[in-house]
């Protein structure tokens, strides 16, 4: 069955607002990775974590430490050049490693 | 900077042929990944590959083959191609330590 579930499915902000993606995960996950995909498909990592959180300009991720049950994506100040779609890839503790398996996407426009 | 190439960008097959799509990584990573992209689904697992040689079954391997004769080439091939098997395709590689996938740009694929 699923075990990535991502909301929400569509977001639309306005420039300079803040906002928070969410993925939760059925079973408990080894690591977790965040993507954005651009409007000619390309996948662009944004962030791989273990544990913890990680941060890189306007963008910060957290995955829980203790469940390994959710990670969240927050961004800050959101711009333009922030609409694409943004996916997070799990990778369950109970499988084989390295086998990642995604969410269906928050498709994220952000509007002037 | 990750390099992984895919070829072709676009297919057009017709249903009962055979279909190979092409995947070659340039970072010396152990892993690499098919995927196939839906609306609605995300990215879904079809094969995957430990290293030479190796070839697993990810969560949809039905009607595909995987072949990863080398380091740097992984290949998806349809042998009896259905127009279900239209979708795009990527193919990703990740380091087997800190497992960040990079991904290609994706194919393209339809089956008439």
């Known amino acids: 069955g699923d075990q990535v579930e991502q909301s929400p499915s569509a977001l639309s902000l306005h420039e300079g607002t803040d906002s928070a993606l969410r993925c939760n995960f059925t079973?408990?996950?080894?690591?977790v990775q965040w993507f954005r995909q651009n409007s000619r498909g390309s996948l662009i990592s944004l962030f791989y974590?273990?544990?913890?959180t990680k941060e890189n300009g306007r963008l910060k991720s957290a995955f829980d430490s203790k469940e390994r049950r959710y990670s969240t994506l927050h961004i800050r100040d959101a711009q333009l050049e922030d609409s694409g779609t943004y996916f997070c890839a799990a990778e369950p503790i109970n499988t084989g490693n390295y086998k990642y398996v995604f969410g269906a996407g928050t498709r994220l426009k952000v509007i002037a | 900077e990750a390099a992984v190439t895919q070829s072709p960008r676009n297919k057009v097959a017709v249903t009962g042929g055979k279909v190979t799509l092409s995947c070659n990584q340039t970072n010396n990573h152990n892993n690499m990944y098919w995927y196939r992209q839906d609306t609605g689904h995300g990215l879904r697992l079809i094969h995957y590959s430990y290293g030479a040689g190796s070839t697993e079954k990810g969560d949809i391997p039905d009607g595909y083959k995987a072949s990863r004769p080398s380091q740097e080439n992984f290949s998806l091939i349809l042998e009896l191609a259905t127009p279900s098997q239209t979708s795009v395709y990527f193919c990703?590689?990740?380091?087997?330590?800190?497992?960040?996938?990079?991904f290609g740009a994706g194919t393209r694929l339809s089956v008439l």
């Open positions: 079973t408990t996950m080894r690591s």
């Open positions: 974590l273990a544990s913890g």
């Open positions: 990703a590689s990740g380091d087997a330590g800190k497992n960040t996938l990079y």
